[in-house]
Antibody, heavy 117, light 110 residues
Framework: EVQLVESGGALVQPGGSLRLSCAASGLSFSSYWMNWVRQAPGKGLEWVASIKQDGSEKNYVDSVKGRFAISRDNAKNSLYLQMNDLRAEDTAVYYC??????????WGQGTLVTVSS | QSALTQPASVSGSPGQSITISCIGTSSDVGGYNSVSWYQQYSGKAPKLMIYEVSNRPSGVSNRFSGSKSGNTASLTISGLQAEDEADYYCSSYRSGSTVVFGGGTKLTVL
């Protein structure tokens, strides 16, 4: 059974930092593009970042460029999202998802990030 | 980065068919065969229903079908059932190696 388990979500003050993790099991982790997708409370899905199988290519939505960094450790079957200079508009449930053919095949249950003073 | 355009809500009676549209541009929907559709129940993770415009993953009912014409993609659900009541999102590859989602459509089964 494929499992993607996110962790690291928390309440953080504006301007603060947070590191999200996603532990993968039951799939050939190194074979997939991995992505972070977020969903603000009561809002729709928003793609945040993606990373190629070997980590050689990383892409970001404009609103997080320069503040967020996606990375992966294939030896640990893990995906990460380093989030700096957090803003209120970054408040959301963050999902980790494995993509193939630009489609999210497997998704985690999400971790909540709340940015508030 | 503007989202793809979906109707906020659609509704239908059990047994009927409904279609949800997803309007993009030549830089995303119209330019690539990389449109996906997701079903999401409240408080749950999204589930992939259609990929590459019209392909169904294993285990997804054949009542779900996808198509594309120009810059508009569509999801059709036939033989509507109560369990289909959920939010639906389209997504597409967008030039520049990014992914864009639609705003989401709430499906109500009357």
């Amino acid at each position: 059974e494929v499992q993607l388990v996110e962790s690291g979500g928390a309440l953080v003050q504006p301007g603060g930092s947070l590191r999200l993790s996603c532990a993968a099991s039951g799939l050939s982790f190194s074979s997939y593009w991995m992505n972070w997708v977020r969903q603000a409370p009561g809002k729709g899905l928003e793609w945040v970042a993606s990373i190629k199988q070997d980590g050689s290519e990383k892409n970001y939505v404009d609103s997080v460029k320069g503040r967020f960094a996606i990375s992966r450790d294939n030896a640990k079957n893990s995906l990460y999202l380093q989030m700096n200079d957090l803003r209120a508009e970054d408040t959301a449930v963050y999902y980790c998802a494995s993509f193939r053919a630009v489609a999210g095949i497997f998704w985690g249950q999400g971790t909540l990030v709340t940015v508030s003073s | 980065q503007s989202a793809l355009t979906q109707p906020a809500s659609v509704s239908g009676s059990p047994g009927q068919s409904i279609t949800i549209s997803c309007i993009g541009t030549s830089s995303d929907v119209g330019g690539y065969n990389s449109v996906s559709w997701y079903q999401q129940y409240s408080g749950k993770a999204p589930k992939l229903m259609i990929y590459e415009v019209s392909n169904r993953p294993s285990g997804v009912s054949n009542r779900f079908s996808g198509s594309k014409s120009g810059n508009t993609a569509s999801l059709t659900i036939s033989g509507l059932q109560a369990e289909d009541e959920a939010d639906y999102y389209c997504s597409s590859y967008r030039s520049g190696s990014t992914v864009v989602f639609g705003g989401g459509t709430k499906l109500t089964v009357l």
